[in-house]
């Protein structure tokens, strides 16, 4: 659990973070979202103290941060940055051995944990495990940047744009296996990006900063629904949210059993979102899609109707709640 | 990279481009064997020496010999690809193994048995066409893109072929002649010159390494250090070896300490202070920049993983700054070199005491005797911390 309240950052006379108030309960993946300079990333290395906050508290699992000691408290905490930040010296192995190593591991136990991270990063060992950071494509580096992060298991995981500088496939890429990691890893996740649909793929809770206040925080789904002001409605895509509304749902939460009539003959995967759904609708000028599993097999139907239907009752449901 | 790229390129034939640096330098290599004395023969120690040409030096198939070599290169070069290169490499190799016969040939021709005294200059046409040979290896070690390590071997063994034609053959060459005459003098005066030159860049190390930290901690040193630092590189070495006379001799007279420590104010002391004062620039320069030039993203990455300051200090700012501190006592220890030889003008010994010598008794062969050790020194330091820095770097490039 990472608690803030009424914490700000003041560089002279300027305030960067204004009296921000945030919880990210356990094993749970916050966004912050804003346009550059919103004070988003000094939010985020005031957790790790990197920058030492000029007011209010932050806590950590119940104890203020200024309790424990900075490098023991950053050795807890991952941290992956846009640039990677891996040491151009070292090898890969070594790189992700870092903080194993600064927690005084055996050399065994390091050793096997690198191997275990590479693994679930999906970096062979024998042909990564020996190469230099500038060796690497954009999207490998990224990818040893997180093992680091990774390496001693932390709970807590800090992450400050750390697709932004990849080409838009990697970095496609690189949320999606994110995203895996996290349904297997459940770590609390701190997430600083301008990239909107990044955020919305990733987050459990998505918050909007401007100017170094928080304009908005909720679900995705709730931000989405109900934009607080013209700022956040434009940052969510302006006209296209309700695209990215859909995105969020997935087809067969969304399907019904197959009927009667002959199914359509166009397909649609049980786990792709109703956006992707409706893409196809568009294209192959259809209101009805046979919904089909991992394996072909058709299990149910979608159709326009009830997509469009879906929405209003979710829109429903989130106004009575 | 190479000269190459910097000029424009006739197209010739299919998309092959003469390499027009080997060519240019094939073509003054042509001029320098035909157009400059190739040798010079005095009858003795003092007396200018008469020129002599190619023809006279080396007889017409000596001549024809040297030309024909140079034109291979030249023509190997119109039409280059790494068979070629090898093949250049090969022949500029050739020519200088072949050069110190040549001078055997010159010797055998223009020396007269009868006048004991008779001695034998390399001329310009020679130093011009060994200088051009230098710099065909620099542009045929980019081509094919060897290590710094080639060259060097090829020299060393080129090297060797030398100094064994002048020590058996080459006794009616002046600088051979001159080498005889004063053999221990000047292995003493390479020692001296090397031990001064050790002594002076590992204090600035020290010193420089100190200074440049301080100067990390304390931002209101930095601007004060580096003014009198640079004010002190401003001062002729010569000026400041004379400045330093006067308080030396004095403090020598009057500590007794200093004196028995062999302070004095002239010989080594006021060298060593000079050549430190001249040294910390360079030094504090490139350790200063090499300490903060490291990316300030790697090292608060460093912090963020929990590194403390010292473990941040010794596993990440030193060694990514290595290779640009390195360069900074590759610098110092060239220039240290160099300025070792002025040194000789206040009884410092070393190579330069050859150099200052020949000039007062005019012979010119002598004055080369010390500048030639000199040279090869530098070259070697140069060589020697270039390489090293060069491995240095992660995974061999950065």
């Known amino acids: ?321 | 990279m190479s000269l190459l790229d910097a000029l424009p390129a006739p197209r010739l034939g299919r998309g092959s481009y003469p390499n027009v640096v080997l060519v240019s330098l094939s073509a003054v290599m042509l001029a320098a064997i035909w157009g400059l004395d190739a040798v010079s023969m005095a009858p003795n120690r003092i007396v200018q020496g008469t020129g002599a040409g190619v023809m006279e030096a080396l007889g017409w198939p000596g001549a024809l010999l040297a030309s024909l070599l140079v034109l291979a290169l030249g023509a190997l070069a119109f039409r280059p690809n790494p068979t070629n290169y090898s093949a250049a490499l090969g022949v500029v190799v050739l020519i200088l193994a072949l050069m110190p016969f040549g001078l055997m040939v010159a010797g055998h021709f223009l020396i007269d048995p009868a006048l004991p005294q008779a001695r034998l200059g390399i001329g310009a046409g020679y130093w011009v066409v060994l200088f051009v040979l230098l710099l065909c290896l620099i542009e045929l070690r980019l081509r094919l893109a060897l290590t710094r390590l080639w060259p060097m071997l090829i020299l060393a063994g080129v090297g060797l072929l030398w100094w064994l034609c002048a020590w058996l053959w080459l006794g009616d060459l002046a600088l051979v002649q001159e080498y005889r005459a004063r053999d221990q003098q000047l292995i003493r005066a390479v020692g001296q010159h090397v031990v001064l030159v050790s002594v002076a860049v590992s204090i600035s190390v020290v010193l420089g390494t100190l200074l440049a930290l301080l100067m990390r901690r304390y931002a209101r040193l930095q601007k004060g250090a580096f003014a009198i630092l640079n004010f002190l590189q401003t001062i002729p070495s010569l000026a400041l070896f004379g400045l330093l006379l006067a308080p030396l001799a004095w403090l020598s007279a009057n500590v007794p300490v200093l004196a028995k420590l062999g302070v004095s104010g002239i010989g080594n002391t006021p060298a060593l202070i000079a050549l430190v004062a001249y040294s910390l620039l360079p030094m504090v320069r490139n350790t200063y920049i090499a300490l903060e030039e490291v990316s300030a993203d790697t090292l608060e990455a460093a912090s963020a993983m929990g590194m403390r300051a010292s473990q941040r200090f010794w596993q990440v700012r030193l060694p990514l700054a290595l290779p640009v501190l390195l360069e900074g006592v590759r610098i110092t220890t060239v220039q240290a070199i160099g300025l070792t030889a002025v040194a000789a003008l206040i009884g410092a010994g070393g190579l330069g005491t050859f150099i200052f010598q020949g000039l007062g008794q005019a012979a010119m062969d002598m004055v080369l005797l010390g500048a030639l050790p000199i040279l090869i020194l530098a070259l070697l330091v140069d060589a020697a911390l270039g390489a090293l820095a060069e491995a240095l770097r992660p995974g061999g490039v950065q």
């Open chain 1, 1 to 321: 659990m990472i608690e803030l309240s009424q914490v700000s950052k003041r560089f002279g006379d300027e305030t960067a973070v204004d009296a921000i108030s945030l919880k990210v309960p356990n094993g749970k993946f916050c966004a912050l979202v804003g346009t550059s300079g919103c004070g988003k990333s000094t939010t985020l290395r005031m957790i790790n103290r990197l920058i030492e906050r000029s007011s209010g508290d932050i806590i950590l699992d119940g104890q203020a941060i200024e309790a424990y000691d900075p490098v023991k408290l950053r050795r807890r905490i991952g941290y992956v940055i846009q640039s990677t930040g891996l040491f151009p010296h070292w090898t890969v192995a070594r790189n992700i051995g870092l903080v194993p190593r600064l927690l005084k591991w055996s050399a065994e136990d390091v050793q096997a944990r690198v191997e275990e991270l590479m693994g679930l990063l999906g970096l062979p060992i024998e042909e990564f495990a020996h190469k230099y950071p500038h060796q690497l494509s954009g999207g490998q580096a990224q990818r040893v940047g997180v093992a680091r992060a990774l390496a001693a298991d932390p709970d807590i995981l800090l992450m400050d744009e750390p697709f932004g500088a990849l080409d838009p496939i990697t970095r496609v890429k690189l949320q999606d296996e994110l995203a895996g990691l996290q349904a297997r890893l459940h770590k609390t996740v701190v997430f600083v990006t301008h990239d909107m649909d990044e955020a919305l793929k990733l987050a459990d809770h998505l918050v909007v900063m401007r100017d170094g206040q928080i304009v908005q925080q909720g679900t995705p789904l709730a931000l989405l629904q109900r934009p607080k002001d013209p700022f956040v409605e434009s940052l969510l895509g302006g006209l296209e949210r309700g695209l990215k509304q859909a995105a969020l749902s997935r087809v067969k939460d969304h399907m019904s059993s197959l009927g009667p009539t002959l199914p359509s003959q166009y397909r649609i995967a049980a786990d792709c979102s109703l956006r992707q759904a409706l893409s196809v609708m568009l294209r192959d000028h259809t209101d009805r899609l046979t919904v089909v599993d991992q394996h072909d097999v058709p299990i149910g139907e979608l159709s326009l109707r009830r997509v469009v239907k879906e929405a209003q009752l979710e829109k429903g449901a989130t106004r009575d709640a």
